[in-house]
Every structure is written in C-alpha cells, then in structure tokens.
T-cell receptor, first 111, second 114 residues
Framework: LAKTTQPISMDSYEGQEVNITCSHN???????ITWYQQFPSQGPRFIIQ???TKVTNEVASLFIPADRKSSTLSLPRVSLSDTAVYYC????????????FGTGTRLQVTL | DAGVTQSPTHLIKTRGQQVTLRCSPK?????VSWYQQALGQGPQFIFQ???????QRGNFPDRFSGHQFPNYSSELNVNALLLGDSALYLC?????????????FGPGTRLTVL
C-alpha cells in the first residue's frame, strides 16, 4: 500500500480557504485517493475521492496532478465546525477493502 | 435511515478479562469492518466480515476475533485483555458490490482496560 505523508497540524481563521496537501510518491496505477474527516469521539466520515485531475462535491475539492504523486484537499471558507482531523488514504478502493489511515492532519479553525 | 450503530458506548474492563463489542451496519450494507484507534493515532484495520466470514485481516493477534450474523450485524471479541487494548473501537459498514465503495463509520466504543 502506498504510504502517505501529510502535515501534522494546520491552523486557519474562519472564512478562509484551507488546502491540505498529501504526498504519496509510490502510488500504484490502480490506487484511488480518498479523504476522511474525523471529529473528536466520532468515527471518520468520507469527504471525497478521486483518481486524477479535479473532483468537486458540496463539501470540498480534490486536486490531483498528472503524476498523481500528491493530492490537495481544498476546503472553501472554513467554519469553526470544520475543526477536525483530516486523513488522506491511498489504495485500491474497488472492493471497499481495508482502509489504511495515517496520523492525519489536525485542522484548528478559530475566529 | 439508521446509520451504523455500536454498543456499548463506553466500557471498562480489567486485564485478563474478555469483551464483546457489537455493531449494526447501515441499512442495506452487507460488509462490516472493525478498526482500533489509539489516542492520537489513526484507525488501524482489524478485520472485515462479509457473508458471515472473515474476508480480510489486519496485523492483530488471535485474541481478536469476530462474527457476522445473517442480518449482517457483527461482534468483535477480545480475549485476555491487555492495557494496550485500551482504545476507541470503530465499526464501518459498506456494500461489497455497488457504485460506491464508501465506508460508513459508527461512533465507536471506548474501551478502557485497567
């Protein structure tokens, strides 16, 4: 499984756009990139998934360059409620198999 | 539409005891996965059940065992508890086949081993 590297923590003010970058240099051809969000004392929640280029949903955007060795999760106009840990996962997601989480990025949003 | 539910919410045990945690998957889901999350760490995959059989297993000792029932609900059993087993235990459900492979997580069971 491809190893991922992401910042341990990030701080932002409410209303700003937050970009969290994840490195996955040895990503395989059939690997997807998935991001999960986790609030304290809750289970992780799926945010977005992509394979290449750009994916956007109602919550976030995911930017993936052509070489796919990194990806960036973009959260537009964050609010206090976006304070959470964000995990970048890389793997063959074709069969909803096991998810391999790293330590994630702890995002703190303040006023 | 009920999401993933887990019971109990919290549990306190002593070393050497045995514990059983329960999970009901999201309606319509047939696959259940279990994860262990130590404080400050990401969840670690324990095993996955589909059609009442263990389909995949992570790097956990045989003290960790599970079961899936015909209604797709699942149990996680841990024998001979160690202090290091203290963690948040998460259950996730998904569909083995379908357009979405997203896993839906429950709120977890907080296990404390004294």
């Amino acid at each position: 499984l491809a190893k991922t590297t992401q910042p341990i923590s990030m701080d932002s003010y409410e209303g700003q756009e937050v970009n969290i970058t994840c490195s996955h240099n040895n990503i395989a051809t059939n690997d997807y990139i998935t991001w999960y969000q986790q609030f304290p004392s809750q289970g992780p929640r799926f945010i977005i998934q992509g394979y290449k280029t750009k994916v956007t949903n109602e919550v976030a955007s995911l930017f993936i360059p052509a070489d796919r060795k990194s990806s960036t999760l973009s959260l537009p106009r964050v609010s206090l409620s976006d304070t959470a840990v964000y995990y970048c996962l890389v793997g063959d997601d074709g069969t909803a198999s096991k998810l391999t989480f790293g330590t994630g990025t702890r995002l703190q949003v303040t006023l | 539409d009920a999401g993933v539910t887990q019971s109990p919410t919290h549990l306190i045990k002593t070393r050497g005891q045995q514990v059983t945690l329960r999970c009901s998957p999201k309606s319509g889901h047939d696959t259940v996965s279990w994860y262990q999350q130590a404080l400050g760490q990401g969840p670690q995959f324990i095993f996955q059940y589909y059609e009442e059989e263990e389909r995949q297993r992570g790097n956990f000792p045989d003290r960790f065992s599970g079961h899936q029932f015909p209604n797709y609900s699942s149990e996680l059993n841990v024998n001979a508890l160690l202090l290091g087993d203290s963690a948040l235990y998460l259950c996730a459900s998904s569909l083995a086949q379908g357009s979405s492979t997203e896993q839906f997580f429950g709120p977890g069971t907080r296990l404390t081993v004294l």
